[in-house]
């Protein structure tokens, strides 16, 4: 299993960016998606979180300004992050629960990470 993350870059402060993870390879289902970030000098913290039903939690830093959603034909899960501010400013990554086989638990999967900077 594998999760390609996209859609980082540089915005100015106000700005909107939309991220985008993908899973692949083969498994029987995906539990919860999420994301998480990590800014300098700072643990990884979480962002968002969605379950296969759609029901979605957020950090409170985030709330009504960030929207996760999901796809779940496409096995991905999107951020979009709206009234960016510079303390956004983080490597986001995705998390995902699989389910690899039915009779199995699940297991955590990380992305690779995208960088977020947030410029004042």
């Known amino acids: 299993v594998q999760l390609q993350a996209s859609g980082g870059g540089l915005v100015q402060d106000g700005g909107s960016l939309r991220l985008s993870c993908a899973a692949s390879?083969?498994?029987?289902?995906?539990?919860?998606m999420g994301w998480y970030r990590q800014a300098p000098g700072k643990q990884r913290e979480l962002v968002a979180t969605?379950?296969?039903?759609?029901?979605?939690n957020y950090a409170d830093s985030v709330k009504g300004r960030f929207t996760i959603s999901r796809d779940n034909a496409k096995n991905t899960v999107y951020l979009q992050m709206n009234s960016l501010k510079p303390e956004d400013t983080a490597v986001y990554y995705c998390?995902?629960?699989?389910?690899?086989?039915?009779?199995?638990?699940?297991?955590?999967?990380w992305g690779q990470g995208t960088l977020v900077t947030v410029s004042s």
């Open positions: 969605i379950n296969s039903g759609g029901s979605a």
């Open positions: 390879g083969t498994f029987f289902s995906i539990n919860d």
């Open positions: 998390k995902a629960d699989v389910k690899r086989r039915y009779w199995l638990g699940t297991d955590n999967y």
